[in-house]
Nanobody
Framework: VQLQASGGGLVQAEGSLRLACTAS????????MGWFHQAPRMEREFVAD????????YYADSVKGRFTISRNNAENTGYLQMNSLKSEDTAVYYC????????????????WGQGTQVTVSS
């Protein structure tokens, strides 16, 4: 499956953004989906994950209560709603798809989108 992430931008602290991840090529609902972010000079970190059906979601502690992951399999699109953004959320955000079970390890994801920049100004 090919993934295309979009929706990043510049936002003030406490603001909101919604990222989208559009899939093509294979059946999107066969894949679990995750979001990761990578700040400059840092390793790529897990943000959130959603199961194939959307019935189960998982979040990094740093974003719990602020971010919501969702998906619309009929539209082959996943989302990351980000509220109450903080300067430390500034990073490139990547969506990824996995055939295996839930994982916070980026090595367990099979396909990656190109990334979208999120910059939060304080």
């Amino acid at each position: 499956v090919q993934l295309q992430a979009s929706g990043g931008g510049l936002v003030q602290a406490e603001g909101s953004l919604r990222l989208a991840c559009t899939a093509s090529g294979r059946t999107f609902s066969n894949y679990g989906m995750g979001w990761f972010h990578q700040a400059p000079r840092m390793e790529r970190e897990f943000v959130a994950d959603i199961s194939r059906s959307g019935s189960s979601t998982y979040y990094a502690d740093s974003v719990k209560g602020r971010f919501t992951i969702s998906r619309n399999n009929a539209e082959n699109t996943g989302y990351l709603q980000m509220n109450s953004l903080k300067s430390e959320d500034t990073a490139v955000y990547y969506c990824a798809a996995r055939l295996g079970p839930y994982s916070i390890d980026s090595n367990n994801y099979n396909c990656w989108g190109q990334g979208t920049q999120v910059t939060v100004s304080s």
